[in-house]
Structures are given as C-alpha cells and as structure tokens.
C-alpha cells in the first residue's frame, strides 16, 4: 500500500536553531498538506499546496516558517529560528484533489522537540 | 464556538460494550465529514466518511444530524484493540478542513 514518508521521525533542536522537515506524498496526489498538531489537539493545518502552488498559507507564521514543494512532488518545511511553542508534531499528508471531501492520508509525522 | 468540538473524555468502556461519541459543527453549509482514529504519538488514520444517509462498516456506524448540526460514531461490541483517540473532521470557513480535538476510547478487558 502506498504510504506517504515523513523523515526525521524525531527532531531535538534548542531554540534558534533552525530545523526542516520533509515529505514524500502518495504517487500522483496533487495536493499536498502540512499540519501541526500540539499534544491533547488536533491536527491545525499550516500549509496547503496544490501542485507546486501553495493554495492556503494562512496559519503558516511567516516569519520563521516557510515552506516549498518546487517540483510539485516533495515538500521541505523549514522553522528558523526554533521557538520553545514550536514543539509539537508535524504531520505531512497528501490527497488526490483539493476539495474537502478528500480524503487524506498521513505520513508518520516528526516529533519536534526545541529545548 | 469552536468551529469543531468534540467531547475529550475518555469514555472508560468494558470490552464488549456500545459506545458513542459526537462531534459538533459550526459551519450550516457543510457536506462532507469525516472520522479519523489517532492512536498514542501516531498519525491519524481515515476511519470512515460520514455520508447524510449515514455510514456502517462493521462494528462502527457513523451519522449525521444537519439539523442539530454534529455527527455521530457508534462503536459496538468494543474491542481492546479501539482504544485510541477519534478525530472528527468537518469544512470551516474557506473552504478548509477543520479538525476536532478528538475524543479518547480506552477499552479494558
């Protein structure tokens, strides 16, 4: 079955370090989602790409993340510098279109821990 | 109001038994929902769409109330193996899928 992979699993980093995330979606989903979700929470979407476009950015805190996916296919989230709030996990998860009766399918998430 | 509120719990249930959980939603115009099962540190996983004739798989049965607006997930003849914490998803606004916060089933024998 086809999976989306997620690497690192687990990331400890301390403050102002910068850290990055990347992801593989299923083969031939175009959508692509980047989620955080803090531990007793559920999922709050960061990023939202359609091909290589981004599509909603609007939770994405701009000034220290930011996030690409140039060919359309993988995807790097980057944090810089580390904030202590930023710990939590990073979900990346892919569907086939963009609308929300999509189905979406995770990858096994980073744990992030800043020190 | 949150825009999706589910009940934390945990609902604390015997093997073999009938539990239910529901999900409230905010936005009147949505049409598609879903449940995902979450378990301890691990990425959610689709557990069923929740259709407005309702939708059975097994043991799990899902339904939705447009009227009361939230949706519902039965879960019968519990198995250890359930216990795990339940996401419900619905549209916001723009467009956007909403997650829950989930609800925690923990199962003893």
């Known amino acids: 079955e086809a999976e989306v992979a997620q690497s690192p699993r687990y990331k400890i980093t301390e403050k102002s370090q910068a850290v990055a995330f990347w992801c593989d979606p299923i083969?031939?989903?175009?959508?692509l989602y980047w989620y955080r979700q803090i531990l007793g929470q559920g999922p709050e979407l960061l990023v939202q790409?359609?091909?290589?476009?981004?599509?909603?950015d609007s939770q994405l805190p701009k000034d220290r993340f930011s996030a690409e996916r140039l060919k359309g296919v993988d995807s790097t989230l980057k944090i810089q510098p580390a904030e202590l709030g930023d710990s939590a996990m990073y979900l990346c998860a892919s569907s086939f279109g963009q609308g929300v009766d999509e189905k979406l399918f995770f990858g096994s998430g980073t744990q992030l821990s800043v020190l | 109001r949150k825009e999706v509120e589910q009940d934390p719990g945990p609902f604390n249930v015997p093997e073999g038994a009938t539990v239910a959980f529901n999900c409230t939603y905010s936005?009147?115009?949505?049409?598609?929902f879903f449940w995902y099962r979450q378990d301890c540190r691990k990425e959610p996983k689709l557990l069923m769409s929740v259709y407005s004739s309702g939708n059975e798989d097994g043991r799990f049965t899902a339904q939705l109330n447009r009227a009361s607006q939230y949706i519902s997930l039965l879960i019968r003849d519990s198995k250890l193996s359930d216990s795990a914490t339940y996401l419900c998803?619905?549209?916001?606004?723009?467009?956007?899928?909403?997650f829950g916060a989930g609800t925690r089933l923990a199962v003893h024998p």
């Open positions: 790409f359609q091909d290589e476009s981004v599509v909603d």
């Open positions: 936005n009147s115009a949505s049409q598609s």
């Open positions: 083969s031939g989903h175009a959508t």
């Open positions: 998803v619905a549209p916001g606004g723009y467009n956007k899928l909403i």
